[in-house]
Nanobody
Framework: QVQFVESGGGWVQPGGSLRLSCAAS????????MNWYRQAPGKEREYVAG????????SASDSVKGRFTIFRDNAKNTMYLQMNSLNPEDTAVYYC????????WGQGTQVTVSS
């Protein structure tokens, strides 16, 4: 079955960096575009960044553009999110999924940015 396992979250001070990983299984990873999403307390889940199946094209929301970089390793069925210049507004649980979205979601990984 389709499975996503997110990891790499944690606590970081404002201005710090983290790298998230998304290990995917149960589908042909290199045939799907992939996205990162996040959900802050009391808010809807929102799109963060996306990458094409081959990794040659990517996009990011305005709130993270220039600070977050998405990339993938199709040989490892894994996608990454390099997050730099983090600020408290980035605090959320981060999730990954394919595009189009599969019904099953992972547990997510918590990112907390505070001093």
């Amino acid at each position: 079955q389709v499975q996503f396992v997110e990891s790499g979250g944690g606590w970081v001070q404002p201005g710090g960096s983290l790298r998230l990983s998304c290990a995917a299984s149960g589908f042909t990873f290199n045939r799907y575009a992939m996205n990162w999403y996040r959900q802050a307390p009391g808010k809807e889940r929102e799109y963060v960044a996306g990458i094409s199946s081959g990794g040659g094209t990517s996009s990011a929301s305005d709130s993270v553009k220039g600070r977050f970089t998405i990339f993938r390793d199709n040989a490892k069925n894994t996608m990454y999110l390099q997050m730099n210049s983090l600020n408290p507004e980035d605090t959320a649980v981060y999730y990954c999924n394919a595009s189009p979205v599969f019904a099953s979601w992972g547990q997510g990984t918590q990112v907390t940015v505070s001093s």
